[in-house]
Structure formats: C-alpha cells, structure tokens
C-alpha cells in the first residue's frame, strides 16, 4: 500500500463529506478520536440548545406549547426524527430517558417469565450497567440472577459466533438482550439473524444500540426487534448526559408499559389528571416524568446533521476510514506488540479500530500528551475512533504515525500502566 502522507491528502481531497468538519467545534491543536464516547460539539447542536434557553427566558411556562419546539411535543419529535436512522416507523421511537434507565423500562415491559421460561440471555462481554439493570430487573421478580441470568460465551475473549448465541436460545429463555455493536472490538452481532432466530423460539430480543445508533443504517421494523435502547452523546454529538432513546415494535403498542409515569399519558388526557392513567399509543407510551428538555435541545441540531449528510454516506466514509487506519497499522506498527481486534471485514466492523497492546493505558497517556485523544479500555484495549463528520484521513495518517514514534522511542515508558479515573 501508499504509505506516504501525501496519499492521506488525496483521501481528503475526494472526500464528499469534508464540508462538514466546519459545522464542529474543532481543536486544531488536537486530534479527537474518542467520538465513540462522547462525540464533540457541533454549531447546529449549540444553535439548538440555546433557542431551548431562549424560548425558557421568553415564554416561561409557556414553553411547554409556545416557540418553535413546543416542550410538550419535543420528546416525541425527536423521536421521529431518529427514526430513519434505526428504520423504524416514527411512532416506534421516542427520545427519553438514558440507556440504563430505558432498558429498566423495556424489560420491565417485556421480561414476562412463565413456568419454566424464566431466564434472561445476555453475553459475557456486555457493558456492566446493562449487565446491572438485567441483574436487578430479575430480583424484583423474585429471580436469582445467579441463576436466571444465562451468557453467551466468546470463544476469543472479544468477539462472538453467532451459532454460539443461537444455540443458547433453550426453551427457558424468556427474554434476550444484547447489544448491536461489542463496545470493545467493535464487532456488530447480525441482528435480523438473531432476531428471527429468537422469535422462532417464542422469545422476546431488544437490542442496546450505543455503538450502532449513528454508524451505519438499521431496519428494526422489518426486522421484527422487539425493543431498542440508546443513548445521543456518542456518535450522535448531542452532549455530555444527552437524553437517550428507545424504540417499541409497532406490534407491542398495545400493552401497558412496566413502568409508567404522567408523560407516557396520551397527550389529549395528560392534563386531564386523572388516576386512571390512559398511555399514548405509540412509543410516547414509555416516558416516565418531565423530559429533560435542556438536554434534549442539542439533539434537535445534531439530527439536522445527520439528515443533511446521510447516514449511508457516512458509514462509506467510516468503513474507509478504518479500513485505512487498520491498513497503516499492519504496516507502520508490525512487531510492536499491538493486536488488531476488531473485525475486519466490513459487514462486521462498527465505528472504531480496536488494537490490544499490553501496555496500552500508558500508549494512551503518551497519546494524550501529543494532543491526541484516544479511549482506553481496560485492562489492554485502545479504541480508535475516527468520526466521518469530523475526522479526517490525514488525521488517520498522523495518528498511527505518533504510535510507531511513541513505540520507537519508548516515549510511553515515562508514563504509569493504569488508567485515570474515567479512561
Ligand atoms: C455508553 C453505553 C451505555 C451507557 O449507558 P448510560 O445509561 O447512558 O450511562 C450503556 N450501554 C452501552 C453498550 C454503552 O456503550
């Protein structure tokens, strides 16, 4: 392959979506590849939130139906413009809560154990809080999770087989929960596969979309998920505690959610106060209390983004991004010691390169000492996540240029081998 710089420069140089750098706060000091943690702060998202505190210093309570997003319908709103990411119909999908709060909510809803179908299937290498929720939604039920709380195992330590997760789909199995893409290796799971495969055996799927959500297009309704859970700071940039996301299958909406608060009322009978709740018949259904609208406003603009560049065109540009980033890495980091764990074919790989390296927390703060901003996950994982929105094939370039340095000159020596409170 063309190692040079100068090829990275024409990468850029033909990229359509290059026009979008400008629309975000960038730090030209800084290379930001950590967009799968907490994406950066675009203008339109800035735009959004600050006419969510305009409309609070102008109308007072009359936000709540004044202005140009009227609170009261904002939730909803949001919801259906994420729909075209997820492929859902815009009454599926309502912007609420958080993930950890969303998927209390869904499998209060949907973990229905019966007889002997008691047991919830995850897999091993979940994100904890999940793991949690799933943990505690059991023992109000009067489960042990010991018991009821079944894996998928990883034969690698990273990725998963899916004859391995079809095959633990056994008669006493109630509900599955898992996520689109490992948060790891990045591996994405087939979830129509999964799906079908859980439905022929009579039982429930949601998927956790937080790697996913963003990064390349879904189709859940045709698809048949049964639930999806989510959250906006991450690939979708709407900020630090960003309100998150759920979708119900159409099919579902009839039944009374787990738990229901005054905002999953219909919106006619809401203000009508009674103690007999009426739920919305779409995903409204599913709100709890008062949405959170400050941090829900940045959304708004950062949905914008996404409808102006198109979600297929930037997963083109993502997938190059990676496949490049993991190409310069087989050549510039051979026999550094460093792993390339993610998938690589396309269809398997999410939105980031995922290298293990032994010594990767103290790679990553001499990273971080040259401007370059990476995620680390313990206890050997360095993830690698370059935005097409944002980032650039030149960054790219710089990036793997700074670790073969960092690794020839032993600059990482100088650092301690733990990681920092959040990373
Ligand atoms: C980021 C992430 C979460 C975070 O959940 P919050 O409720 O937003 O804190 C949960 N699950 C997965 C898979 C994630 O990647």
């Keep these: 392959m063309d190692k040079s710089y100068a090829k990275a420069q024409e990468y850029d140089r033909c990229d359509t979506l290059s026009g979008f750098r400008d629309e975000f706060y960038i730090d030209d000091e800084k ?5 799968n943690s907490l994406g950066i702060l675009s203008k339109r998202a800035e735009k959004t ?9 102008q109308y007072g309570i009359d936000g709540w139906t004044e202005g140009e997003e009227p609170w009261f319908y904002l939730s909803e709103r949001l919801g259906t413009k994420t729909a075209s990411l997820i492929g859902a119909r815009a009454s599926e999908v309502v912007a609420t809560g958080s993930t950890t709060v969303n998927l209390h909510q869904l499998v209060s809803t949907f973990y229905q154990p019966k007889g002997s179908k008691t047991k919830i299937l995850a897999d091993e290498l979940a994100f904890p809080t999940d793991i949690y929720a799933l943990q505690s939604q059991l023992k109000l039920k009067g489960y042990d999770p010991e018991e009821h709380l079944v894996f998928v195992n990883s034969r690698d330590g990273k990725t998963f087989d899916e004859e391995d997760m079809i095959e633990k789909m056994t008669e006493d199995v109630a509900l599955i929960v898992l996520p689109s893409v490992l948060y790891r290796s990045g591996q994405i799971l087939p ?16 998927f956790d979309l937080c790697h996913s ?14 639930f999806a859970v989510w959250c906006n700071y991450k690939y979708l940039n709407a900020g630090p505690g960003a309100v998150g996301g759920l979708y119900v299958h159409h099919k579902h909406m009839a039944q009374t959610p787990g738990l229901t608060g005054w905002f999953g009322s219909r919106k006619d009978k809401q203000f009508d106060m009674e103690h007999d709740m009426t739920p919305a018949d ?3 259904a599913y709100q709890l209390g008062t949405p959170h609208i400050l941090s829900a406003a940045p959304l708004i603009g950062s949905l914008e983004l996404f409808e102006e560049a198109g979600l297929e065109q930037l997963r083109k540009k993502s997938l190059a991004l990676t496949r490049y980033m993991m190409e310069l890495a087989e050549s510039k980091l051979e026999g550094m010691g460093f792993s390339i764990a993610n998938p690589r074919e396309d269809e398997q790989r999410g939105g980031h390169v995922y290298l293990e390296h032994r010594e990767a927390a103290r790679i990553c703060k001499a990273l971080k000492a040259k401007g370059i901003i990476p995620d680390f996950r313990a206890p050997k994982g360095i993830r690698l996540a370059p935005v097409p929105f944002y980032n650039t094939f030149t960054e790219v370039w710089r990036v793997i240029d700074r670790l073969q340095m960092i690794m020839e000159k032993e600059t990482y020596k100088k650092y301690k081998n733990q990681r920092g409170v959040v990373a």
Aim: overall charge neutral.
């Design 49 to 57: 939130a600050l006419d969510a505190l305009k409309s609070w210093k």
């Design 31 to 35: 290379i930001y590849f950590d967009g």
């Design 191 to 206: 979830m129509k596969r999964l799906t079908k495969a859980a439905h022929d055996r009579n039982i429930a799927i949601g």
């Design 282 to 284: 779409d995903a409204g």
């Design 213 to 226: 959500i963003g990064v390349f297009p879904h189709h859940l309704h045709d698809w048949g998920v049964d």
